[in-house]
């Protein structure tokens, strides 16, 4: 049945988090499955080896290496999934034609919503969204106040679902992986594992990481922070650490590829992820919860309240507020067993739901849905209905 539906992705670029999720639609559909490339993939995400795992991919075209072929190709497809790209001529004579499309979206207004009251920011969003409100125009939210900020636009009224990104997907032997995290350092004592993983940047907040790691030591915890990134704020951080005598404490490592960011997730035991509302979705707490980390985020970051529920299978705070944070990391210091608990609920949260394989399936559901009038709405998870999350009740949706 899939194999007569022709399925294309036009994005800005590919990399490893979209990677698997396309590789699992090519397996459906095989030459009728395209991923159409527009840009040239930013320099700080090569540095971060984001480009090493592309390889060569069937399904990967580039757009200006062909530009009429890929034309035809959008309007020539069953369904075209088009998102991160601010360049609206690609998909606009396909709009134009009525075609089904699936707008997949980050935040409009990460800055703040007061952003929707600018006419000519509302003149926009008219021309490239609300005009579709009754068109065959679909919205898939890359994170939970995607639908918020698209409702004070009155756009896709009654077709906004959940999505995100779906890294690729590793199955362990828990109890195999849970003795992997228990390190003993050289003088036989047995330390906690912490890790931050991330572009050195304002908006990610990676200070907060090296600020707990002088309140953990002042309350005597054993632990050891891995700092895995680089960018603007690094010098600033390792100043930081020395003046508050944390050289034993804390190691930076630097950029690392996907593969082995991979591996100090597996040995860590609290994956900390600091990010504001500027982070769209963040992929990187699905890596961790993947590799069973007791996860402590700010509720701002869009990937969080679709994929925690707090003291279930992580732990979140609110935004800003420093002491929440440093109060639900030392909490987890201090209990092996929560740390285990939130470990192992978020790696099943991977497993089960929000993975390639699983998304791929849904998706193929709901495009087969849309071709034949009779959409497929999931229960919960990717695409199931987003609920409207204004940014200042995320953190009470992740406790209800």
Not at 222 to 238: C, N, P, R
Request: hydrophobic share 40%; aromatic share 12%.
């Amino acid at each position: 049945m899939y194999k007569e539906m022709k399925l294309t992705i036009v994005s800005n670029y590919i990399n490893h988090h979209q990677i698997p999720l396309s590789n699992e639609l090519y397996k459906k559909l095989a030459e009728n499955f395209a991923f159409i490339q527009t840009e040239q993939m930013e320099k700080d995400r090569v540095l971060m080896g984001w480009g090493s795992e592309l390889g060569d991919l069937p399904y990967l075209r580039i757009y200006d290496e062909d530009v009429k072929g890929c034309q035809q190709l959008i309007m020539d497809s069953d369904v075209v999934i088009f998102g991160g790209v601010e360049d609206e001529r690609y998909i606009k004579p396909r709009l134009h034609a009525g075609k089904i499309v699936l707008r997949a979206s980050e935040r409009l207004y990460r800055e703040g919503q007061w952003k929707s009251i600018s006419p000519r920011g509302r003149r926009k969003k008219y021309i490239d969204h609300t005009q579709y409100a009754n068109s065959e125009v679909y919205l898939l939210c890359h994170g939970a106040y995607v639908a918020s900020d698209f409702n004070l636009v009155h756009a896709y009224p009654n077709k906004k679902y959940m999505w995100g990104y779906f890294p690729a997907v590793y199955m362990y032997d828990l109890e195999e992986l849970f003795k992997k995290k228990q390190y003993v350092n050289d003088t036989g004592t047995r330390e906690i594992r912490l890790l931050w993983a991330g572009r050195f940047m304002k908006l990610k907040h990676p200070e907060y990481a090296i600020k707990v790691a002088w309140y953990l030591a002042r309350h005597k915890i054993s632990f050891h922070l891995d700092m895995v990134g680089a960018g603007a704020l690094e010098s600033k951080l390792k100043k930081l650490t020395q003046q508050y005598k944390l050289e034993k404490y804390v190691t930076f490592h630097g950029f690392q590829p996907p593969r082995v960011v991979r591996q100090y997730m597996e040995e860590a035991e609290i994956f900390l992820f600091t990010s504001n509302y500027l982070e769209g979705w963040g992929a990187v707490l699905n890596e961790a919860m993947n590799s069973a980390c007791a996860v402590v985020c700010g509720h701002a970051i869009g990937a969080v309240p679709f994929l925690l529920k707090h003291g279930k299978n992580g732990m979140v705070y609110k935004t800003g507020h420093f002491g929440e944070f440093c109060k639900q990391v030392l909490y987890l210091c201090r209990e092996e067993e929560v740390r285990k608990k939130l470990g192992q609920g978020a790696y099943q949260t991977i497993v089960d739901t929000w993975n390639p394989i699983v998304a791929a399936d849904r998706l193929m559901q709901f495009c087969t849905g849309l071709m034949e009038k009779k959409i497929v709405v999931q229960a919960t998870g990717p695409l199931s209905i987003a609920p409207v999350i204004a940014p200042r009740e995320g953190y009470r949706y992740t406790r209800t």
